[in-house]
């Protein structure tokens, strides 16, 4: 289930705050639990007992490692427990890539390939992977105990609004909510609400219909493609994938305040950076966070000589590029990352914010993207080659007014918080409480917003005839 | 607040269910979505999860004011349709796409790149008509094309710009059909050139600004002047009609705004131009005049016609064959698809065989949209000149010579597979398309020129 869904926004979720609501306190984990799992079982019904499974022996194992007295017994227990999260995510994410490679050597060496059932990846599991391996790794460091029940760790696991796609919840971030909510507030429930529908919006009402244009465009015949053309399309990727993902995290983020939870921020106006390595600090905050955490730091961080920091830089960015998907372009794309991360640190650049950095950090981002959305690498590069071909003649792109306008209001968003009055609007919106007056208009706002989406959803397969029967 | 929000969830979830308070529905047709049933193999794949999410995206509840919020949205902010059946021209003028194409490119892709291929295409099937024609003539029937206006024929100036059109223009049907008609002496009435005669002189539209098809008061008086046309080639006038009492109206008659409706806006779409009509009486049927019989084989353009006119007082019956598909035999609130009927005792037993096409489908003049070899042209042709155990044996015969013929037989396997049909039905299917779309390759009588000599027992005995 997606949550631009209408079965989702319109039975699923009310349905399942209805009952979330009506249940008393301490069962409220219970139906959250349920819930999530029908919302799992009901788009992936394959996987959910291997979700189920995997979260259950994680549990124990890590239980098991709690108790054990030996600090090797423990350290046993710890890497048995991250070998099943990262095994699964192997498995299913990477298997498929890794044979195909081989496949693709034997080939170049005359020798017969091997024979191999695709793997369907289950949805979800690069973020669950990820949370199980923040809960195994901060019990065993001891920052927190482990879960006591495990209804409560299931819960950690699969919570449907951050199951999907992230933001990854770190385990110490949100331990105690789980184990000991707020009492729920009327105005956490609104304000949660109000966030769900500006993800909603910029999903369904911006990046939605960006991508419609931008698939179109990269669809079709890419050399043909004159300069000006190639630019709006994948800055108006940049825009899709920003809109796309931030929204789908401010729903995640709203949904999780109704229920009373807080979860972190995925996203801090990326796109205004003045480096890449601030890039990294404001996009996908949480997948940072977790490199840094669990990787870049356990590797050595920038504790030993510069040259071995930024090979573990390096690395991280390399791995990170892999995560987002098991393809050579996703590889290409960490590394291209890692590269300026490199090069910044290098040259001194992104100690100190300047701002005239914006453009030059925007443009090397835009031209990642390129590299992230066509996996196709001789296309890729094609692409990238149309980018700065100088080529003028003939302006291809043939889009609605309704994609530039969105596309124009994306940039607005996406650049507004380079303004003060930008930041003094993002804070009142998204930190501030409204006071009972202020609640009345946004609620409505909010409602139309909301009318307006669903009017999208099934406007955008909306066909009718004048007579059918022709 | 948080209470109100969650009561309106409950609202929509209960309007769902049971659709207790009335909402005007959406306009247009649509694709009917069946709520699935469940079972549990269904829900395994996912089946279920796809066909009930379809089903939910259009029958929540109050969709269709969610749905035309958003059209309404789109229509105020962008000037745009948010349905691609409809392309906005110039001071709200609304079109539909194919006539678009038509005007800037001429929808001559659809069938070839070569206009001279397509020419020869049209030729061949005047050639036909004519032949039918004549043979039909023969047994009192009298047979003409119809050519009705489209929209950006007469109205290029309001049509949408060029926009994604950049195919150079190839040969139009409506200009390429009537000196071939002329030539092959078919009878026709081109009411797209007398709509451009009077364009500048008429004192109502033509067309209506939101809809698609001619204007409810300019079909009335095309369709006055096609009668009298009708008169004049059979030799034998129709029941005279009256028209008086051109006024205006302030809200649209059906379909007046057809397109404006498929946009489903939440309010009108301002038109500057007023709506007029006029009032149809007839005059009283002369003595020793029959009320004669016709078949009107055409596009939707015929239902501006059945909306004006009383068509009982007009003709014995006249049966309507939509796109030669659905058939309105007794009445035009029912049809058939049933193509068991006897094309042979339908065409003998009427007066008039009239072709009814605008601009935008003459390029298809005779097809049946859901039979490929159903055109009524070729139809006609063959059956009115072989017996149908004639026109089986030819088929049998073209069904041996695929079979002959392993790589067609794989091609036929694989279509076969993809519509469900066995092997051996889409052989024959595909020997009677062959049949039927080229018959002068199967019965030589049918290639030479002149009239065929050859007539089917029916007709013989007629």
């Known amino acids: 289930m997606i949550f631009s869904s209408h079965i989702f926004l319109l039975y699923f979720l009310p349905l399942f705050l209805l009952g979330y609501f009506l249940t008393p306190d ?90 191999w059932t695709k793997v369907l990846l289950p949805i979800g599991i690069s973020f669950f992977s990820f949370q199980s391996v923040t809960y195994v790794l901060d019990t065993y460091r001891g920052i927190n105990p482990p879960m006591r029940r495990l209804t409560d760790y299931v819960v950690y696991i699969i919570m449907f609004p951050q199951l999907i796609a992230g933001p990854i919840v770190r385990y110490t971030d949100i331990a105690d909510q789980i184990t000991a909510r707020r009492r729920l507030r009327w105005e956490e429930c609104l304000q949660g609400f109000y966030r769900f529908i500006i993800g909603l919006s910029k999903k369904v009402l911006i990046a939605d219909v960006i991508g419609r244009t931008v698939d179109v465009t990269l669809g079709g015949d890419i050399a043909a493609l004159d300069m000006g053309t190639a630019w709006i399309t994948i800055v108006a990727y940049t825009m899709q994938l920003y809109f796309d993902f931030s929204g789908y995290s401010d729903m995640a983020i709203g949904l999780g305040r109704i229920m009373g939870f807080k979860f972190p921020e995925n996203f801090d106006n990326p796109y205004t950076s ?131 306008a969105m596309l124009v209001l994306a940039l607005c968003f996406a650049f507004i918080t380079f303004f003060p009055f930008g930041k003094r609007l993002q804070q009142w919106v998204f930190y501030t409480n409204y006071t009972s007056r202020c609640h009345i208009p946004v609620w409505v706002v909010s409602l139309l917003l909301f009318f307006l989406c669903l009017g999208a959803l099934s406007a955008t397969s909306f066909s009718p005839f004048i007579y059918f029967r022709f | 607040m948080s209470i109100f929000t969650m009561v309106m969830f409950l609202i ?16 247009g047709e649509f694709e009917k979505y069946e709520r699935p049933s469940f079972s549990a193999q269904d829900f395994a794949s996912g089946e279920y999860q796809r066909l009930l999410s379809r089903f939910i995206g259009y029958h929540y509840g109050f969709s269709e004011w969610t749905i035309r919020l958003y059209c309404q949205y789109f229509w105020s902010v962008y000037h745009r349709s948010p349905v691609r059946q409809v392309a906005v021209g110039k001071n709200n003028y609304l079109f539909e796409p194919y006539f678009v194409e038509d005007l800037y490119e001429s929808r001559m892709y659809k069938y070839t790149t070569n206009p001279e291929e397509l020419i020869q295409m049209f030729d061949q099937q005047s050639q036909r008509l004519a032949k039918v ?25 309001f049509a949408p710009p060029r926009d994604t059109l950049t195919r150079p223009l190839g040969p139009r049907a409506i200009e390429v059909y009537p000196p071939l008609f002329d030539k092959y002496g078919v009878n026709y009435i081109n009411l797209n050139q007398w709509f451009l005669d009077i364009k500048d002189t008429a004192s109502y539209d033509l067309f ?132 068991g009927f006897d094309y042979v005792d339908q065409l003998l037993s009427t007066d008039y065989l009239i072709l009814f096409y605008c601009t935008g489908q003459l390029y298809d003049l005779g097809i049946n949209t859901t039979d490929a070899a159903g055109n009524i042209i070729t139809q006609a042709l063959v059956r009115l000149c072989y017996d149908p155990q004639i026109i089986q044996a030819q088929i049998q015969q073209i069904c041996q ?49 002149g009239i065929p000599t050859v007539r089917c027992s029916k007709f013989r005995n007629r």
């Open chain 1, 26 to 115: 301490k069962w409220r984990n219970l139906t959250l639990l349920l819930g999530s799992v029908i919302f799992y079982a009901w788009g992936a019904p394959d996987f959910i007992l291997v979700l189920l499974g995997s979260t259950i022996a994680n549990f124990y194992l890590v239980k098991a490692m709690h108790r054990a007295p030996q600090p090797a017994t423990k350290k046993l227990f710890c890497t048995l427990a991250i070998l099943l999260s990262m095994g699964l995510l192997a498995y299913f994410k990477y298997a498929n890539f890794f044979v195909d490679n081989v496949n693709a050597l034997l080939t170049a060496f005359g020798l017969d390939s091997m024979s």
């Open chain 2, 12 to 27: 929509i979830i209960f309007q769902g269910a049971t659709h207790l308070v009335p909402v005007p529905k959406l306009d």
């Open chain 2, 401 to 449: 010579t695929i079979r002959g013929d392993a790589n067609w037989i794989a091609r036929l396997d694989r279509k076969a597979t993809d519509r469900g049909l066995s092997l051996d039905q889409m052989v024959e299917e595909d020997a009677r398309y062959l049949l039927f779309t080229r018959p002068e390759d199967y019965f030589p009588e049918l290639a030479a020129p």
């Open chain 1, 274 to 404: 003045t480096s890449i390595t601030e890039f990294w600090r404001r996009w996908h905050i949480t997948l940072g966070a977790f490199m840094r955490n669990y990787l870049y730091i356990p590797l050595g961080g920038n504790r030993g000589s510069q040259l071995r920091t930024y090979f573990n830089l390096w690395i991280v960015f390399l791995l990170s590029g892999l995560w987002h998907g098991a393809s050579w372009n996703f590889v290409i794309w960490g590394a291209y990352h890692g590269f300026f991360l490199v090069i910044e640190r290098l040259m001194g650049i992104g100690r100190q914010r300047r701002t005239w950095m914006v453009l030059p950090t925007f443009i090397i981002a835009v031209v990642g993207w390129a590299i992230f959305r066509i996996e196709d690498l001789p296309s890729c590069w094609l692409f990238i080659s149309r980018l700065f071909s100088f080529d003028f003649t003939g302006f291809a792109l043939s889009a609605h007014p309704q994609f530039y």
């Open chain 2, 133 to 157: 024609q004549a043979i039909l003539a023969e047994a009192g029937v009298h047979t003409l094309v119809a050519c009705i206006p489209g929209k950006t024929n007469i109205y290029p100036e």
């Open chain 2, 208 to 339: 209506p600004t939101l809809g698609t098809h001619w204007s409810n008061v300019a079909s009335t008086f095309a369709f006055d002047t096609m009668l009298r046309y009708m008169g004049h080639i059979s030799g034998q006038p129709l029941r005279p009609v009256v028209l008086s009492h051109l006024h205006e109206e302030t809200s649209p008659r059906w379909p007046d705004n057809d397109l404006e409706k498929l946009i489903n806006p939440l309010f009108h779409i301002k038109v500057n131009r007023p709506y007029k009509y006029v009032d149809v009486d007839y005059a009283p049927l002369p003595p020793n005049v029959r009320k004669p019989k016709a078949i009107v084989c055409g596009d939707s353009f015929f239902w501006n016609i059945t909306y004006n006119f009383q068509l009982d007082s007009l003709f014995d019956y006249c049966h309507y064959w939509f796109y030669n598909s659905t058939i309105y035999f007794d009445s035009l609130f029912s049809s058939t698809h049933d193509s």
